[in-house]
């Protein structure tokens, strides 16, 4: 599966951004999805991730009551909507798909393709 994220951008604290990551070339109704995250110096980071079936969530402490993850299997596609964001919040944002399994997982092995990364900075 090819997956390409975007969405991206320059953001002042504060403001919101959506993250939006399609998939191509196998059933993305499979697929559990993640959002990682990679600051400069910094090892690669969950932020969130869904059930194939967008059921079951899981988020990554930090940003809890801030971001929400969803997905719409109809369009291939998966959504980071991103609320409230901070300076710390600074960094290339990426999507993962697993190939099998039931749940949400939220480590980088735990995932079988990667999509290319989309930079969120937010200024402060």
């Known amino acids: 599966v090819q997956l390409q994220a975007f969405g991206g951008g320059l953001v002042q604290a504060g403001g919101s951004l959506r993250l939006s990551c399609v998939a191509s070339g196998r059933t993305f109704s499979n697929y559990a999805m993640g959002w990682f995250r990679q600051a400069p110096g910094k090892e690669c980071e969950n932020v969130a991730a869904?059930?194939?079936?967008?059921?079951?969530?899981y988020y990554a402490d930090f940003v809890k009551g801030r971001f929400t993850i969803s997905r719409d299997n109809a369009k291939n596609t998966v959504y980071l909507q991103m609320n409230s964001l901070k300076p710390e919040d600074t960094a290339v944002y990426y999507c993962?798909?697993?190939?099998?399994?039931?749940?949400?997982?939220?480590?980088?092995?735990?995932?079988?393709?990667w999509g290319q990364g989309t930079l969120v900075t937010v200024s402060s």
């Open positions: 869904i059930s194939w079936s967008g059921r079951s969530t």
């Open positions: 993962a798909a697993r190939a099998s399994g039931t749940n949400y997982y939220y480590t980088v092995t735990d995932y079988d393709y």
